[in-house]
Nanobody, 126 residues
């Protein structure tokens, strides 16, 4: 099973930026797509962005399009999420995931994942 460790979260003012990292181990990282998800208190976990195994194709939720950028470094088994122009509604725990339950571009059966890393908390103050 792939092990995922997220980092890079923190407290930032609205309009600020953060760069999240997700380090993967225990699998063939370069052979599968990766996604970022987030869950705010009292809300369902939602899709944020994903990237193909090669890094050539990326997809974003409408709410973050134009502000967030997903990228990956297969040599480091790491996927990143650059978040700019952050808004208070972006406060959530951000987690990454592999493509085990991905059935199309930006389409995931999120509830089918049994394992999630600890995630990284992002708090955006107004």
């Amino acid at each position: 099973q792939v092990q995922l460790v997220e980092s890079g979260g923190g407290l930032v003012q609205a309009g600020g930026s953060l760069r999240l990292s997700c380090a993967a181990s225990g699998g063939t990282f370069s052979s599968y797509a990766m996604g970022w998800f987030r869950q705010a208190p009292g809300k369902e976990r939602e899709f944020v962005a994903d990237i193909s195994w090669s890094g050539y194709s990326t997809y974003y939720a409408d709410s973050v399009k134009g502000r967030f950028t997903i990228s990956r470094d297969n040599a480091k088994n790491t996927v990143y999420l650059q978040m700019n122009s952050l808004k208070p509604d972006g406060s959530a725990v951000y987690s990454c995931q592999d493509d085990e339950h991905r059935y199309g571009s930006s389409q995931y059966r999120i509830r089918d994942y049994d394992y999630w890393g600890q995630g990284t908390q992002v708090t955006v103050s107004s």
